[in-house]
DNA sequence: CAAATAGTGTCTCTAAGACAATATCAC
DNA sequence: GTGATATTGTCTTAGAGACACTATTTG
């Protein structure tokens, strides 16, 4: 007993370096955007939270929103952290989606970064009205495969257009990892964490675990449909979607009219 | 341009107080022991390696292997570099499972844990042979679910008993965290480490991404068969399970003869 | 021959995909 | 009424579970 407190005394962390600890997050939203017709539904838009850097390196390029961890948080609280840092919305949930150390990933030094996916409500995101001239941006995604067999990321928002290329490498235990072969001119690894992190995404959006927390408290089921089709790029027959999801929600009483078209019940997620 | 490089020249990353960080691994065999008659086929334990700590914290407490991230190389290079200084045996196959961060989760001080799972084949820990006096031993694993909702995780190695009690709690994205509601002896939070290891380990096994680096090369499907049985603690009809991974494997020439029964086909893993 | 596993075939049941048909509103 | 989505039902098909049956070896 004593001898272990005699241990701890004497014992100094100091005597190793260390690294720099970080979080990362891909923090995720759905835009809908109204689109021809008074009638149409609107279109759904896969979004991403992307910070301008005001500082070196990297000055002037576009990032994930991160920072480095703080004694006496964990590392999730400090991701959630920084999410709230940028955005003022405290995100429902979040998932690690992998640690990158490679050495020199950060010019700074030894920097190691742990990536997390978040997922924001459109409707958290409009409360808090972002500044539109802001450092801030939610740029929308695309990732396909390219005919060469890698696989092409590219960020759009207004004006600005980033695409990266990233060569897919299947790991142990049937995992991807991303190789940058073009940065498109992201900051450090994150187009290789982004990559990763939207593939997480997809993959967790197959057992309807995630979609949920895109939408607001109730829904229709179309509009949980298209939160599914977004993320996924696959479409389903919507008399199918509803079989399939019948199991995860409960109906209300409640309607949402005044579409143009038949009003649609609202559903809530089911406990 | 110039102004990055005087950036980084003047950068100081010292300004900031950082964590240790650690590489933990939950590596995993399954072993084969004889039991009953000459003709039935041996029984299979799901084993856990697990170390005896030699000095202070916990001293004389058993853990899982790992240690701290040198300079100059990745996480999981880290994690690799220390199943191999334990076993001499360099794993196929590594999967993060999470990162441990608890403020306290140490008492040596700030030192957040990278915890991944391992598996390593029987042949490959038979072709080492590990010293049987040694700190380092191969534990029998159970892991349920007991009446009042808390998980039981038992580890048994000859008279050695550790049984730890832990608490599941759903986070997002359908993930599971383990509290430890009693750490059964097992030093710092290597309870929670192992369950969420395992937790990772069963999920996998369920797409066959998995269960082939537990075999040798070739291998009958009745030891596929039963390696997925012990790791998923769930038994299929084997008519059943010969289709179901039928696509995931390709016949050899050869058989196994000499078991006191009718010769199995060897079968590889498909690319 | 007996005991054990190896391997095949087939019936059932469930869930997903395709598609037809009806319902209901806003304009 | 028209154009859109909402909602229900049904046919088909693919795959998992159950089970009966045959094949082959060793002691």
Redesign the interface.
Known sequence: MD??KE??AG?S?DK??????TADVAAFTISTEESGSYRRSPENKLRLLLIRRG???Y?DCWALPGG??Q??????QCALREIFEETNVQP?????V??F???GRD??????S?AY?S?ISEESVRQVGMDDAADAQWFCVSFDCTETGAHRLTLTCGEIALSALLAAEK?????TQYRILDSGGLAFDHAAIIATGLSALRT?AK?F??IF?FLPETFTLSQLQKVQETIMNVSVLPANFRRMVSSYVEETDEFLRGEGHRPARLYRRKV
């Open positions: 001898s272990e241990f701890l014992y962390i190793y370096e260390r690294p720099s600890v500082g070196h390196p000055k480095f961890l004694k006496g948080e964990t590392i999730e429902v949930s979040i998932m690690p992998g640690v150390s490679e050495p010019p700074r030094g030894w920097i190691i742990n996916v997922v790991t142990s235990f049937g995992r967790e057992s675990d995630t927390d």
